[in-house]
T-cell receptor, first 112, second 111 residues
């Protein structure tokens, strides 16, 4: 158990809809990262938050947004969903300075 | 920007064969280097890491040495088992505080 909790584990929704993925980092970790893993693809970095503020942005679509709350949990919002958004979405957290990233089990999103 | 390049898979080996998965990196400064493993249906787990040149990370029979002169961090194991079948990711983090991952190498070990 990495200590990073992601909910829900599975999500099936229709095109055009909006979903929210939730992540609780390890106790004490201030940094949260979001990654997208499509079928047979590597990990695409989406965005990083540190102590409530956006720190780094990767290949995140404009239809996607994220935030980190004062209790350090984070949410990734995906809107106007398309079939191509079907993927595994991972959250990770790390201490500061970063020694290693600890990953959650992921949320499998299926858009139908 | 920083990047990681690892060998494409899939890699298929017989049990007890030797494994090498190549990983090279490009980074400014002095990155920390990692190998993560992803078993089917699971998240990524840290396998081993190295934080400075010439460090050797090791775990569960896997090893990797941080080679600054060749900017490499190749993963090796002397004798693989069926239970090692998984996807292996090489990664780095540097001053940008992002973790940059390679594309992953799928390993299949046959009994």
């Amino acid at each position: 158990d990495s200590g990073v909790t992601q909910t829900p584990k599975h999500l099936i929704t229709a095109t055009g809809q909006r979903v929210t993925l939730r992540c609780s980092p390890r106790s004490g970790d201030l940094s949260v990262y979001w990654y997208q893993q499509s079928l047979d693809q590597g990990l695409q970095f989406l965005i990083q938050y540190y102590n409530g503020e956006e720190r780094a942005k990767g290949n995140i679509l404009e239809r996607f947004s994220a935030q980190q709350f004062p209790d350090l949990h984070s949410e990734l919002n995906l809107s106007s969903l398309e079939l191509g958004d079907s993927a595994l979405y991972f959250c990770a957290s790390s201490p500061e300075p970063p020694t290693e990233a600890f990953f959650g089990q992921g949320t499998r999103l299926t858009v139908v | 920007g920083d990047s990681v390049t690892q060998m494409e898979g899939p890699v298929t080996l017989s049990e007890e064969a030797c494994l090498t998965i190549n990983c090279t990196y490009t980074a400014t400064g002095y990155p920390s280097l990692f190998w993560y493993v992803q078993y089917p249906g699971e998240g990524l787990q840290l396998l081993l890491k190295a934080t400075k040149a010439d460090d050797k990370g090791s775990n569960k029979g896997f090893e990797a040495t941080y080679r600054k002169e060749t900017t490499s961090f190749h993963l090796e194991k002397g004798s693989v088992q069926v239970s090692d079948s998984a996807v292996y990711f090489c990664a780095l983090t540097s001053g940008t505080y992002k973790y940059i991952f390679g594309t992953g190498t799928r390993l299949k070990v046959l009994a």
